[in-house]
């Protein structure tokens, strides 16, 4: 019986794209180079704000790399790529996730599963979250497609009733199946 080895791969961190180049990474011939106080001071080769930099102890970091010409500035490369990561943390928090809950529903069902269903859109809305409503016609049911939009219609006036929504997307009609979305206002 013969074995087989498999090699293992390493996988390496995926890097994103630098977005601002450093030091000699800069390849254009000029910059406009903004010292380490924020001050101006003009257009210079890139060679010799580079030296200026290396003086100083510091980064030469292209701030705006597509303006013309590109603006440069003295920083210190780990710290001004640990703000860069901060703000992107603090705006990805601030970012508010919208779901898309899904309510089925039979044109068969009971009053009281209804008011269930009802209540539970009521949460769903409150949270924020999308709703769609998916009313299944099965057999005999299909030849009364107007049960299922009746249905989907009470059931946006009574949630109406409760919180107040928007009709994002209107009643519509996909085969065997109604299906209308709904967020809060």
Known sequence: MKRIHFRHRQFQRQQKPEIYPVNERIRVPEVRV??????MLGIMPTLQALSLAKERGLDLIAVSPKAEPPVAKFLNYGSFKYQQEKAERKQKAQQKKIDLK???FS???GKHDL????TQAQKFLERGDKLNILVILRGRERQHPELAK???ENFIKAIGQKVEIMLEQEIKRQGANFSAIITKK
């Open 107 to 109: 044109p068969r069902i």
């Open 102 to 104: 899904e309510m089925r």
């Open 34 to 39: 903004i010292d380490e106080n924020g001050e």
């Open 150 to 152: 009746e249905l989907i």
């Open 115 to 118: 008011e269930i269903r009802i």
